[in-house]
Structures are given as C-alpha cells and as structure tokens.
Nanobody, 120 residues
Framework: QVQLVESGGGLVQAGGSLRLSCSASGNFFHVNDMDWYRQAAGKQRELVATISSDGRINLADSVKGRFTISRDNVENTIYLQMNALKPEDTAVYYC??????????????WGQGTQVTVSS
C-alpha cells in the first residue's frame, strides 16, 4: 500500500503564492504518475497537474503559466508551486498516485486533501 501525505495549503491573498507537497511512502515497487487534483465546493474534482516518473508534465489550461509541478524521485515527493493565485483557485487539493506493488499490481491512491483558500 501507499500512503500520500500532503502539506502546504492555507489562506493567501489573490496574487500570492503557495507551495504544496505530497510524499508517498509505504510498501511498493514503483510510483508511476503523480498528480494534483482539486475540488471546489459544489464542483467536480478536476485534474490540475500530472508528472510522470520520467518527468513528463501536463497542466490544466486554467493553471498554465501560473502553476508548476516538480518531482523528487528519490523521496517520491511531488510539489505544486502555485503563483499568481486567483480566488477561483480556492479548493481542496488532492494528491493522487498510481503505483506498482511488489506483486506487480497497478493501484491508485489518494491523499487526504489540503485546503487552499485565495481571498480577493
């Protein structure tokens, strides 16, 4: 199993920055893609950013130019640097990972979520 622990959320004014981190730990063979999703109140969860184990990145159009995602494969940790934050970025941000177990099963895991609130 994989445990994902997120940190870095909080309250920030519009135009400010926050950095989220998510660390994967547990008994697994390899972590494949790691992602950040977000869910605003009353809305569906949406994919924000994805980074593969070899560093390929995809960002949602709504965050391109403002957010960056990076990864430390040694620590199995990803980061989401969020700049020029807008009130519409307010959401609970969830870390997600797909990982291969020692029995070669591909499983999906979610973090507990961290609240990001951007005030206008």
């Amino acid at each position: 199993q994989v445990q994902l622990v997120e940190s870095g959320g909080g309250l920030v004014q519009a135009g400010g920055s926050l950095r989220l981190s998510c660390s994967a730990s547990g008994n697994f063979f390899h972590v494949n893609d790691m992602d950040w999703y977000r869910q605003a109140a009353g809305k569906q969860r949406e994919l924000v950013a994805t980074i593969s184990s070899d560093g390929r990145i995809n960002l949602a159009d709504s965050v391109k130019g403002r957010f960056t995602i990076s990864r430390d494969n040694v620590e199995n940790t990803i980061y989401l640097q969020m700049n020029a934050l807008k009130p519409e970025d307010t959401a609970v941000y969830y870390c997600h990972a797909s990982a291969v177990t020692h029995s070669y099963r591909l499983l999906q895991f979610w973090g507990q979520g961290t609240q990001v609130t951007v005030s206008s």
